[in-house]
């Protein structure tokens, strides 16, 4: 008896939120690609599929590896979809900005100390190259 696994994941792609749908079924697995402008609702992810199902153009199907289906403990399955749905890092936008802005000081900050950290090295090789000179010169 032949299975047929299919899984849509909503998920923010730069700048737009996208809807990846893929299905395998008879060793063969496509996958179609749906764009959204703003977050959708699970019922409008629901309405979209249900009117525009006929319309939507996979990918050509490729052959998927045959898995053995091992049965899964329901609550661990649980736990597994709990923390796939999880909303992980998304936070408000202004906490997203925030966390840009963060993430921006702190390359800034890396490139800095490591400038300051090279000069130092240099300024100390220097000394020791004048302490060299001075001490051949017998002074």
């Known amino acids: 008896m032949e299975k047929t696994i299919s899984r849509f994941t909503v998920l923010f792609e ?16 496509e996958a179609c690609k749906i764009t959204f402008g703003a977050e959708p609702k699970d019922y409008e992810v629901l309405a979209f599929l249900l009117t525009n199902w006929k319309s939507l153009r996979f990918s050509p199907a490729i052959e998927a590896e045959r898995r053995t289906d091992k049965h899964i403990n329901p609550k661990r399955m649980q736990r597994l979809i709990q923390k796939q749905t999880a909303d992980v890092h998304m936070g408000t936008k202004a906490q997203q900005a925030l966390k840009l802005q963060q993430e921006q000081g702190k390359q800034e900050r890396k490139i800095r100390s490591r400038a300051q950290r090279e000069a130092e090295k240099e300024r100390k090789f220097e000394l020791h190259q004048e302490k060299r000179k001075e001490k051949y010169r017998g002074h």
């Open 14 to 29: 730069e700048p737009f939120w996208i809807g990846l749908y893929e299905r395998e079924h008879g060793g063969q697995y």
